[in-house]
């Protein structure tokens, strides 16, 4: 199974990116897909995620904010980063969880600023 994750870059406050991810390879044992991210001396923190059968959960940071959403057909995953701000820069990585096997993405960086 390979990712492919995009989106990222420079923003400022208030303002809003899209990440996707796209899984290749065992497509039908995805279990969930979703985002972690790291900023600069933290530790990686889940972001949001969703499961097959669409249920999301969220950090309570972005709650109201981030909305993860999932095409099946497509294998692909996508944050939708509205009202972004400075606290929000960080590596996002993407995560997919599968049958007995986790992967990560390669990390695409977010930076907000103010």
């Known amino acids: 199974v390979q990712l492919q994750a995009s989106g990222g870059g420079l923003v400022q406050a208030g303002g809003s990116l899209r990440l996707s991810c796209t899984a290749s390879?065992?497509?039908?044992?995805?279990?969930?897909m979703g985002w972690y991210r790291q900023a600069p001396g933290k530790e990686r923190e889940l972001v949001a995620g969703i499961a097959t059968g669409h249920d999301a959960h969220y950090a309570e940071s972005v709650k109201g904010r981030f909305t993860v959403s999932r095409d099946d057909a497509q294998s692909t995953a996508y944050l939708q980063m509205n009202d972004l701000k400075s606290e929000d820069t960080a590596v996002y990585y993407c995560?997919?969880?599968?049958?007995?096997?986790?992967?990560w993405g390669q990390g695409t960086q977010v930076t907000v600023s103010s």
């Open positions: 390879g065992r497509e039908s044992s995805i279990i969930e």
């Open positions: 995560n997919v969880v599968l049958d007995g096997l986790e992967l």
